[in-house]
């Protein structure tokens, strides 16, 4: 086992893929993430977010959307599927990739993962109203 035994080792394995993921260090978050016998109550959806997220990191494109789209049809948190969207755009250098991921979301984070991947105009279009990256990206 990749973690020592106990109460909340699943939990703690769901974390640490958390962190490598987001790192890109996907071959040590799945393999994170094939350990975890039983996901903690109400996460098995992170569970899969996370597995797009290493799909983006790894460029598969249609994998990485189908995974996200399949977590909004199963019913999952839609805050959180929102973030976990923003967090794979984060995690890639394609501008086409990281637009379908936001979708439509409009927010500060979202915007600046779209600033930064080089799709400016459509980060102009995700930026809030009245916030200072809207003034940053001269949107107001």
Do not use: K
């Amino acid at each position: 086992p990749v973690l020592p035994d106990g109460d909340d080792r699943d939990e703690r394995l769901l974390l640490w893929a958390s962190r490598c993921v987001t790192t890109r260090q996907v071959h040590l978050a799945e393999a994170l993430l094939d350990e975890v016998v039983v996901a903690p109550p109400g996460q098995q959806w992170r569970m899969h977010a996370l597995r797009g997220m290493v799909h983006t990191v790894r460029g598969e494109r249609a994998l990485a959307l189908r995974t996200f789209r399949q977590l909004e049809e199963g019913g999952a948190p839609a805050r959180g599927v929102a973030d976990a969207r923003v967090t794979a755009a984060w995690l890639t250098d394609d501008p086409e990739l990281a637009v379908a991921l936001v979708g439509d979301q409009r927010s500060v984070a979202a915007a600046r993962v779209l600033y930064e991947v080089g799709a400016v105009d459509e980060a102009r279009l995700a930026t809030p109203a009245g916030t200072t990256f809207a003034s940053v990206i001269g949107t107001e």
